[in-house]
């Protein structure tokens, strides 16, 4: 592996030893059983070092670790891939239950930029959920008895809270942000780009031992339609669907133009027809559409690339959103798509590298793994992977959580707008930590 790769396959019980071919001796043993399904899948997800990926009660949690990876570097998908292929080269697999998110699966939350790492996850005990189906996987030393989940204690969080959160300015004040913005504007106005997105960060102190899985209940039940994710201590629920791949048949979900909600029925519907309207948003959320769809096509045909874009509501804001389609022309595993996708206009701007260039001049700040893929991956190169939006960095040692928003910048934009628009996309990320206990 590059010096770059920090890549570790955990000890298991017994003399066993690495095998590069499937004719050879397996190092581990992947098992997917059938398992009864639970009414709230989250319930199974013991404390500690865990992972999810969770959408309308549907979707994947795990534990433990069989092989983790962390790398950098602009070829980071790539190595990814590679060592991927190579772990899963050393695996029996025996999967009983044949769906997607069955047999062993990799979770991952890449960077936004490449010199930060990237952290990848093989979780050892992995529960699925679709509709009535459910199904265990566990990832084993041969000879060894895989966990079995019939007695395993559900562990609810629901109705639980932290007991108070201080919260405080990250890297740049609010004023300072604004500042930032105004420059962008101007930088735009000049003609040097088209669009850039200005991203800020702000950190909550937790006064009590902190628990990720409160997070995730609290984010699963007031953003159902979200993908609610925890991966590596990155923990949100992001509205956008960067790529699905699901044999031939490729998705991606592009938001970009936002206005906050008001909670009242007709105000929302006329904010929303305003948002359609819009001139500055629509060429805010045509540029992230342009850059999807013409990355799409480098690997897809029978592309669909609706014309107008719709409005997705959300609990606290909604946004023009436009679902692009396309049929695989060549064998792109989900992680090559990522890579020819990342970074798009809607967390970047356009073009690509002078956006790139603009941000790290502003932003005063690392965005981390913050804006960049996070979801799963399969060993047929099936998987989804959102965008890390509306997320946060846990630090469990000091009961922190650094928490990360973003505003598109056009020609129009105003500081004091985006501000506000900032402030309501970290909702989600201070409701699920300020919520009160219902018991």
């Not at 030893?17 to 059938?34: E, G, I, K, Y």
């Not at 959408?55 to 602009?74: F, M, N, T, Y």
């Not at 029925?265 to 305003?274: F, P, V």
């Amino acid at each position: 592996m590059l010096p770059e790769d920090n890549h570790d396959l955990c000890p298991y019980p017994g003399e066993v030893s690495r095998h590069p071919h499937l004719d050879s001796p397996p190092l581990l043993v992947a098992t997917t059983r059938p398992l009864d399904a639970s009414e709230d899948l989250l319930s199974r997800l013991p404390a500690g070092d865990n992972v999810c990926w969770v959408r309308r009660g549907e979707g994947l949690i795990g534990w433990g670790s069989a092989a983790r990876l962390q790398v950098r570097g602009v070829e980071r998908f790539a190595r990814t891939q590679r060592w991927w292929t190579e772990l899963c080269d050393t695996m029996a697999i025996d999967d009983s239950v044949s769906l997607p998110g069955t047999g062993p699966l990799a979770f991952a939350s890449f960077s936004f930029d490449p010199h930060d790492p990237s952290e990848v996850v093989v979780p050892s005990t992995l529960i699925g959920q679709r509709g009535d189906q459910a199904w265990v996987t566990t990832i084993h030393a041969p000879g060894v008895e895989p966990e079995t989940m019939e007695s395993a204690p559900i562990d609810s969080t629901a109705g639980r809270s932290h007991a108070s959160v201080n919260w405080r300015e990250g890297s740049l004040s609010a004023p300072e942000w604004e500042k930032s913005v105004g420059r962008a504007v101007e930088r735009i106005n000049a003609g040097e780009l088209d669009k850039v997105v200005l991203a800020r960060d702000v950190v909550a102190e937790i006064d009590s031992e902190l628990d990720v899985r409160i997070i995730l209940d609290h984010l699963a039940r007031d953003y159902p339609t979200c993908w609610t994710f925890n991966v590596a201590n990155l923990v949100g629920a992001t509205p956008e669907l960067l790529v699905r791949r699901t044999g031939d048949l490729v998705t991606s979900r592009v938001l970009a133009g936002t206005v906050r909600r008001r909670g009242d029925t007709e105000e929302d519907h006329s904010l929303a027809q305003a948002l359609l309207a819009s001139d500055k948003d629509l060429a805010e959320h045509s540029y992230a559409v342009r850059s999807v769809a013409k990355a799409l096509a480098t690997h897809c045909t029978d592309m669909d690339v609706p014309e107008n874009p719709t409005v997705l509501e959300l609990a606290n804001v909604q946004h023009l959103a436009t679902d692009v389609t396309g049929r695989l022309a060549d064998d792109a595993s989900l992680l090559s798509l990522a890579a020819s996708l990342h970074p798009t206009a809607a967390v970047c701007g356009t073009p690509t590298e002078r956006a790139l260039t603009v941000i790290s001049e502003l932003e005063g700040m690392s965005r981390d793994r913050y804006a960049g893929p996070v979801g799963w991956f399969d060993t047929r190169g099936d998987g989804e992977f959102g965008i890390a939006l509306r997320c946060g960095l846990v630090d469990s040692q000091a009961n922190t959580i650094r928490a990360f928003a973003g505003c598109g910048i056009v020609a129009g934009s105003d500081p004091e707008h985006e501000l506000a628009e900032s402030r309501a996309k970290f909702i989600p990320m201070r409701s699920a930590l300020e919520a009160r206990s219902s018991t």
